[in-house]
Every structure is written in C-alpha cells, then in structure tokens.
C-alpha cells in the first residue's frame, strides 16, 4: 500500500508551471504554423483536381477525368484528416498552456475566472457560506480542475460532507499517487477540455436511457429501416439512368417522409437527449483510456480500474460507441443532413434504432462508468492542489473523538508570502475554546482557518499546515448571519435559528465540531452573556466541541466554572502612537487589551480619554 505522504521533485511548482506555458505555448506556434501550410496544400489539391479534371474532359477523355478525381479526392481525403490532426495537436497545447496559466493564476490567488459554484450554495447548509466553500474567492475555486458536471458535483459533494475514515484513508492514497505526475493530470484535464459543451447532468440522459425502447412493439418498422433507403438510392438511380419516369423515388421518398412524420416526437426526443450529453460522452471517450493504460497500486484506483473493465470491456471503447451513436444524430443540425439523410434513410430513425442496439449490449454499466470518470475527475483535482502546495501535509486521522491538532495551521485561502500560521490543538468531546480579542486581530480568521482545513482534511486533500490529526466530525458554524427582509427576519433571529439548528445536529449523536464568531452580537450586553453561557453549558452535554470568538470577557469565566472543559485564547494588538499593530498569533488567556476606541479616534470620532 502506498504511503499518503506526499513530497513532489525539488523543483518549486510555480517553475514547473512557467516553463510549462512556454513549452506548450511554443509547441501551439508550431503546429499553428504546420496548420496553415496543409490548409495551402489542401486548397492545392483541390485546385488540381479541377485543372485535370477540365483537361481530360475538354479532350473527350472521360475515364482518365474519373480517375483523375477519385485519385485527388482520396488524396484530399487524407489532407483533411492530417489537418485534423495537426489541428487537434493545436489545440491540445493552446489547451495545456491554459492549464498552466490557470494553475499559476491559483498560486497567485487570482481565482476570480473559475466557476464559483454558487449553485451549490445553501444557506442551511452547516458550514459551505460561512467558510467560503463557494463563491468569489472560494475553496471551491481553489481546487476545481474538473471539466463535466458530474465532476463538479461530485469535488462539491466531498467539500459539503464529510467522508468517513476510511474513504478519507482511500482518496488520501490516491491522490497520493496522482499527484506527482503533473503531466498525467494536465493531460487527462486537456482531453476533456477539447468538448466545452459539458453542462449538462448525464444521469439525467441515463435515467432517460431506462425508459421502454421506442422500437418496443414496432417490429415491422425494423425490416423498413433496411428496405426503404435501399429502394430510395435504387429508384432515384434508375430514374437518372432513364429506366424510369420520377414517381416511383417519389413515392418511396413520401413513403420515408410519411414514418418521418408519424414518428417525428420520438426523433425529437432521441435526438435533444443525446446532443446534451454528446460532448460529455466524447471528454469521457478521450479520458478514460489514459487510466485504463496505466498500471495503478493504490486501492482507490485499482477499485475504479476495476469498475471501468467490468465485463472484460475497457470502459473507454463502450463509451466510444456510445458517442459516436449520439453524434449521429448531429446530422440533421444541417438544412442540408436533415433534408438529405431523414428524406431518403430515415437517419433519425436508424439513429435510434443503434442507440437501443448499444443499450441492450452495454447500458447496465453505464452509471458506474459515469461516476467512476467523476470519481477521477475529482481526485485529479485534489491531487493538482496537492502539487500546487507542496508544503501542505496530509492530515493523520485520530481515533480520539472530537480531536483536532495541529502545527503552523495557515488559512488556505490566503495568499500572501508570509502566511500567518498558528498552533491548535483541542481533544475530547464537551470542550470549548473562547477566542477573545480586539477588532480585526483575527479570530474569525481563525476560525475559519480552522473549519476551512477541518473540510479539506476531511475531502481527502492536503491541508495547509506543518502537520494535523483529527478524527472525523461535523463542522458546523455561525458566523455570517444577516437580515432577510424577504423573510422579515433580523440578523439576531437569523442567528437564533441558526443555533437551532446547532442544537438539533448535535441532538442526533454525531460529533459535532462548533465554530461560532461573536455569537448573540445582536442584544444587549447581558442577555448576550446570560445566553452564551446557557448554550455552552448544554453543548457540554453533548458530542460536540469546538470555538467560540467573543468580546464578552465574562464568558471567559468560564474557564474557571468548567475547568478542563473550557480553556481561553486570544488574540492581541499594540498601540503605537496612532498606529495599531497586530501579530495574529493565537495565545493562551484571556485579551486585556481592545482597540475600539483608538479606531473610532482614527475614524475622527472624538473619544475622551478617561481618568
């Protein structure tokens, strides 16, 4: 078994990503260029067929003209498919040089171009907005190198629960041997990247796929599918050929035109499902031969290795299949394809008549392909962090309830050279820290510090610290109530039900690790305290520990009513001069010293200074 910690080359990855860019970039001018010259070659061929075509033609010579054409046609046949090729080369290094900006812009927390996520925002939910899981500047933006929708959701999903500790245990493996093949990442991101049309969900085309065949009681529609477009090219020939007058092509092409019509709903419907899910087929198509290849070791990957040749079948090929059939249906998206195939070959029909011929055979195993791609897709993303950070450690997991440790504990999404990082550590079950201090020193910083890395530990993700141990727990916080005016709700209510909800998850028996900034802000000074202290007090009686912030010193009394259950922490600033220093380091006792009054002085309120 592969060991979880993970140290990539002593090459600092910003210079990997910066030679990266100029490496793919130079390969995109070159192929950019070769491009071009078969763009030239092509027209020239082309050209050439016409001029030799006219020559033999002008001289009676029919059968040389024929040759000339069918020889030049070949030729131009192959043109395009080089060209093609040279393009697709193109734009898999434009692509790749992307992911490196990309990942450059990450380190420089520049996250403002990716997808926030914002559609898995949840106000209810314990922890997402109150930690910036989601939105502008988010984890979310952080980690996301995915490329379906099946893939965000399922990165989203490991960042909104937890995962127990032995599914931590397994996608700690395996990013761990992802991770230090940058390339192997880039390349399975770029495949997928070449089909941008990834929006939709596939499990609903999957769902869709479960319902009764079209063809179900229509067994006379079948030998017509292979009659007509026979009849049609024999009878359109025979008219052209003057073996015939016209009607008969007529009538067979009405005769298509006709099943066309009866059956045009079901075309429709064959066709909007499979266009949806057609660039996702073909991403996955392109991915999934890049881990099939491979030989894997730790047991997360051996297991999706396993799912993707279930039946002895690479999972690659049966998806393959499956989008060139979806691709198919493309050709009525032509005035042209849609008049010409449907009118004399019923393609719409054909079409479907494959895809429930592709069903029978492979659609059993089509979920588990879907999920096990996502699966991939999102350890991919977490093992791109992994090599993004190579400073970040992965976290132990503790078998003592409701433990959290750890060294130089920094916020993740902070992204300045010198990163404050602080010390934590709090173990057992009915323990709370009361974190005191003065404006801006902070103690929501920290608490988010916490509660961020407690959701990457648990995703299966390095955490940005010297080192961490924690046991598995539900992070819940309380830290951005507002008004709802919608709801006529103030901000202190918002935050009461939100308590509530504390209460109500912590009454169901499962660990529960708290992270409440300034709680009650909104009352007055004494029934602030006087609730505080009454939430604690039954929290304690409970499987739940975790942080409070406050500047309610009297709450840290409560050190001494529950000794050994409450312990205090603050965070401090100086005053110098007009200046107002702070160190952000976490520190046993009590805060003796606030800063209010000197910012209201600096804002221009007149303070008196007392005594």
Known sequence: MPETSFRPLTVAPVDVFTENVTTHAARETYFAGRHRVVAWVRVAAFAAAGVGAYYFLSAGMLVPALAVLFALYLVFLGLVRWHDTIGY????????????????????????????????????????????????????????????????????????????????VGRQQAVAELAPDVAWQQEWQARARHFPQQESDPRTFTAWLRRPNFFAGKSWLKPLLIVLPVLAVGSIAGWLLDYWTIWPPVAVIGLISLLNAQFRAARDDYYHHSATVRDALRATRDQLPLFEQRTWQSPRLR????????????????????????????????PFGNLFMNSLFAWDLQCMWRLENWKAQAATNLDAVLEASADLEALVSLAGFAFAYPTYVVPELSPTELECTATQLGHPLIFTRQRITNDFSMKGVGHTGVITGSNMSGKSTFLRTVGLNMVLAQAGAVVCAASMRLSSAQVYTAMRTQDNLAESTSSFYAELKRLRLLLELTSTGQPVFYLLDEILRGTNSLDRHRGAHALIHQLHQRRASGLISTHDLELAALADELPGAVQNFSFNSTIEGDEIRFDYQLTPGVCRAFNASKLMQLMGIAIEEEG
Do not use: C, M
């Open 89 to 168: 080369q193109r734009e898999q290094h434009r692509l790749l040089a992307q992911l490196n900006r990309d990942e450059l812009a990450r380190l420089e927390g520049k996250l403002s171009k990716f997808d926030a996520g914002l559609r898995y925002l949840d106000a209810a939910h314990p922890y997402a907005a109150d930690l910036d899981v989601f939105g502008a500047h988010s984890l979310y933006q952080l980690l996301n190198r995915a490329t379906s929708r099946l893939g965000h959701d399922w990165l989203a999903g490991w960042l909104l629960a937890p995962a127990s500790a032995a599914e931590v």
């Open 303 to 334: 297991a999706l290795y396993a799912t993707l040749h279930a039946g002895g079948t690479a999972a690659s090929a049966q998806i393959g299949q499956l989008a060139r059939i979806a691709g198919l249906f493309s050709a009525r998206q032509t």
